[in-house]
């Protein structure tokens, strides 16, 4: 007998973190795999879909203009009820800390289906940083049957807040799944790099460093450019406008600052690959660039992610511009420095995440029946 298993995605970390997860579901002959796009994000979410060939069965189009957490939240949980209603699936997943994957945790309580949390256990103890991301996550963890914990400190903040060992399963991060199935390509880079400059990348999108915090990050960014005739920034913006906006009013036109669209995943592991030195506020980009070799400074107050800042090859920097410049000055001036952030070190898993994930459903479709 074949079980309906729903995967669904929202934005396009989400994407990434869960086509490793959908492909192997696929290939699971007692597994009917089908994919929910909740379309938080629109042409983001579609690129990477795209990428993997995956195409969604389900597509709620969600995603509105500078869109409210209160009426995402609503719009998604409404939805996401109806369609799990007529669908009755025998399990449900998704991955992370969206308003995407809190509204389906909490759809499935409300619903008495199982549903299985993909990167759990990740927690700053802190509700605001990021926000809302550490509430969506907690609400998630809350009410997950299974816990899939990329490492060992996140299984252990499970069990802290109560959650039975046996519930828990540490397999690593299917971001790592994902990089490795796609690293080796070549891939062309939508811009021309100037190949006697160090190429620095940035990208930033979180909600807590809207308004002054986000401006400072960006004054940081023109200051390093303007001190360094050798480096060139390259900045794919995110599309939500509140950096937007920010971002093309105080560093376009500068003749050394590619401010382009987000990337799609293929050139932008591949600008990753060519960076010197990565300046961001993103979850996914911690686990990747570690991976990479490349160092990152964090554009946050706190991580959710502290392996790779305990090995040394992250560095939180906050948004404050004197922090920030002089973290990326001392990378760019001391090669020591440099490279003892520069190791290659793959703290959030080995690219067989999905596997075992697969696994623990597989298990437990087949004892109940
Ligand atoms: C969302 C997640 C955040 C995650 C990030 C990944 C929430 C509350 N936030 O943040 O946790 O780290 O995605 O990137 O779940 N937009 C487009 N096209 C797109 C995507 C976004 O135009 O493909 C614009 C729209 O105006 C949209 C806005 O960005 O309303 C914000 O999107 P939203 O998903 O609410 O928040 P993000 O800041 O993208
Ligand atoms: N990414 C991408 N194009 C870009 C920027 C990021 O494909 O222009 C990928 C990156 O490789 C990582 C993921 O998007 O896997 C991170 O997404 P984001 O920073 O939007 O969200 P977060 O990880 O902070 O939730």
Redesign the pocket.
């Known amino acids: 007998m074949t079980r309906k298993v729903i995967c669904v995605v929202?934005?396009?970390?989400e994407a990434i973190k869960m086509a490793p997860i959908i492909l192997a579901l696929k290939a699971c002959p007692d597994i009917d795999c089908r994919v929910l796009a909740t379309a938080?994000?629109?042409?983001?979410?579609d690129q990477v879909l795209r990428i993997f060939d995956i195409k969604p069965d389900i597509d709620l189009n969600i995603?509105?203009?500078?869109?409210a957490?209160s009426t995402?939240t609503a719009r998604l949980l409404t939805e996401l009820d109806e369609v799990f209603a007529s669908e009755k699936p025998a399990v449900v997943l998704a991955q992370?800390?969206?308003?995407?994957v809190m509204t389906v945790a909490l759809a499935c309580f409300y619903q008495k289906i199982p549903f299985g949390h993909v990167e759990a256990g990740l927690r700053t103890g802190d509700m605001q940083n990021?926000f809302?991301?550490e509430m969506?996550r907690v609400v998630a963890g809350r009410l997950a049957k299974w816990h899939f914990a990329p490492t060992e400190s996140s299984r252990a903040n499970l069990l802290q807040e109560g959650i039975p060992d046996a519930d828990v399963f540490v397999t690593g991060n299917t971001v790592i799944d994902a990089l490795l199935s796609v690293v080796e390509r070549q891939t062309a880079l939508p811009f021309d790099l100037d190949s006697t400059l160090r190429p620095v990348l940035v990208t930033a999108?979180?909600?807590e460093n809207f308004g002054a915090p986000f401006q400072s990050i960006c004054n940081a960014v023109l200051a390093l450019v303007e001190r360094n005739p050798d480096i060139q920034v390259v900045y794919p913006v995110?599309?939500?406008?509140n950096v937007k906006d920010v971002a093309h009013k105080t560093l376009g036109g500068h003749p050394r600052i590619i401010l382009c669209e987000?990337l799609d995943y293929l050139p932008f592991v591949e600008m990753m690959k060519r960076a010197y030195l990565i300046l961001s506020d993103?979850?996914g980009v911690q686990e990747e660039a570690p991976a990479l070799g490349k160092p990152v400074l964090v554009l946050r107050q706190e991580t959710e992610r502290p392996e790779a800042v305990s090995e040394g090859v992250v560095r939180l920097v906050g948004s404050d511009f004197d922090s920030i410049v002089g973290a990326a000055q001392l990378l760019l001036d001391n090669p020591d420095e440099y490279r003892k952030m520069a190791r290659g070190v793959s703290p959030y898993g080995d690219g067989q995440a999905a596997g075992r994930i697969v696994k623990a459903i597989q298990n437990h479709l087949a004892t109940c029946g």
């Open positions: 929202g934005t396009r970390p938080q994000h629109r042409e983001m979410l995603m509105r203009p500078n869109q957490l995402l992370g800390d969206t308003t995407t990021p809302p991301e969506n999108h979180r909600r995110h599309p939500n406008p987000p993103s979850g």
